[in-house]
Nanobody, 114 residues
Framework: QVELVESGGGLVNAGGSLRLSCAAS???????????FAWYRQAPGKQRELVAQ???????GYADSVKGRFTISRDNAKKMVYLQMNSLKPEDTAVYYC?????WGQGTQVTVSS
């Protein structure tokens, strides 16, 4: 069983930055480097949406709404995936989730005040 735990959320002013972390454990531990990961977010009253993804070889993709502001990265040695969020906007307010395959973390709240 794969376990994903997010951290790093919080309250920040518009224009500020946050770095989210996703720690992977469980069955994925020995094969972390060959798995793709993604960050999703869900704002109140809205559907969960894909924010960023990273392949096993480090190729990345982003939603248009975050391109140029967010950066996804991974550290295979530490079994960690990160989401660096810069120039945050109030519309980035949401619960952010880490995903690997069918496994999801519990989410971390990001609130951006105007």
């Amino acid at each position: 069983q794969v376990e994903l735990v997010e951290s790093g959320g919080g309250l920040v002013n518009a224009g500020g930055s946050l770095r989210l972390s996703c720690a992977a454990s469980g069955r994925i531990f020995s094969i972390f480097s060959i798995n793709a990961f993604a960050w999703y977010r869900q704002a109140p009253g809205k559907q969960r949406e894909l924010v960023a993804q990273i392949s096993s070889v480090g190729s990345t993709g982003y939603a248009d709404s975050v391109k140029g502001r967010f950066t996804i990265s991974r550290d295979n040695a530490k079994k960690m995936v990160y989401l660096q969020m810069n120039s945050l906007k109030p519309e980035d307010t949401a619960v952010y989730y880490c995903r690997q395959g069918e496994a999801w973390g519990q989410g971390t709240q990001v609130t951006v005040s105007s």
